[in-house]
């Protein structure tokens, strides 16, 4: 897709084939680890009883068990300690069977995901979680993204949209997705601008933009007034609902006919970010068999 092709028709940039094509080209590199003698492992930390997360951590150990990558739910427990969540991290990252660590969140109170991500050695950080990654990103050196920010890069590509000397907005700077999907843009030579909760007049910034991202984790936060006519919008925001559904943070209905093209919430950045938490765990396993 080309930005200058949007006749008032909205495309839907579904990732679902997408994660399709990568869990299947996980699948096959997963297959031929064993004669290596090594079995891809991934490790998920969870210190919540937050049912959201629960719902999507089972999601990511059916989606490695359909790749043969074999998945350990630790479970800490809400009340875990800081203390406690650190000593677990630093024993799976010498723990030499594990490949990929995540660190799920949201954590208990006291626990700082930035704090405690120092603990997962980069090689291992399959979420880009730790401080070292993050910085090497942004170096333009090799490292594992944050999955979701990468998600958004893989749809673009995937979908065929063009980015070089392209303007980009990010709406939302965490470490997790804005901030690394900014790096990521500038990569493909996107000019980036990144707004917050402290940007004046948002919607003067976001008409800018002929690729829009947005992740903040607001329903409703981007309407109409917001995209420029033919713009691409990457929504991230997956806000649950009263009725166990989930919205982004783009009034969907509101750009239809105005985007050229919308990612949806769900089907949209999800099931992507998913499939390349697994692509870097047999990725990191196989350099351990070097």
């Known amino acids: 897709m080309t930005l200058a ?6 495309a839907v940039l579904s990732g679902t ?5 990568i869990r299947a080209r996980v699948s096959t590199t997963a297959a031929e680890l ?13 210190a919540t009883d937050d049912e959201s997360t629960a719902w999507y951590v089972r999601s990511i150990a ?17 009340s875990a300690t800081p203390e406690r969540i650190r000593g677990e991290l630093g024993t799976l990252s010498e723990d030499p069977a594990v490949h990929g660590i995540v660190l799920q969140t949201p954590l208990p109170g006291a626990a700082s995901l930035e704090d405690l991500a120092t603990a997962i050695t980069p090689e291992k950080d399959v979420d880009g979680a ?23 890069a893989e749809l673009l590509e995937h979908h065929e949209i063009l980015l070089s000397g392209r303007r980009a907005v990010v709406v939302g700077r965490s470490n997790v997705v804005g901030r690394p999907a900014a790096q990521l843009l500038l990569r493909r030579d996107a000019t980036v601008t990144v707004c917050h909760r402290y940007t004046r007049d948002l919607a003067a910034h976001t008409r800018q933009a002929e690729v829009l991202v947005v992740a ?5 936060l981007i309407g109409a007034e917001h995209v420029s006519p033919g713009a691409v919008v990457i929504d991230v925001g997956t806000n649950p609902t009263e009725d166990g559904g989930l919205v982004g943070d783009v009034d969907a209905d509101a750009v239809t ?3 050229a093209g919308l990612t949806p919430v769900p089907g949209g950045v999800g099931p992507v970010t998913t499939a390349l938490l697994l692509r870097h765990t047999v990725e990191s396993a196989w350099r351990s068999t070097a």
């Open 17 to 21: 084939a997408l994660a399709k094509d």
């Open 130 to 152: 730790n401080p070292v990654s993050l910085g090497r990103l942004s170096a333009g050196l090799p490292a594992f993204a944050p999955a979701t920010a990468a998600a958004v």
């Open 62 to 78: 059916k989606a490695a068990a359909g790749t043969g990558i074999r998945c350990d739910v630790v479970d800490l427990g809400a």
């Open 34 to 46: 064993p004669a290596a003698g090594t079995e891809p492992r991934l490790a998920v930390v969870v």
């Open 5 to 10: 092709s949007a006749e008032r028709t909205t």
């Open 216 to 220: 903040v984790g607001k329903v409703g």
């Open 257 to 259: 006919g105005l985007a």
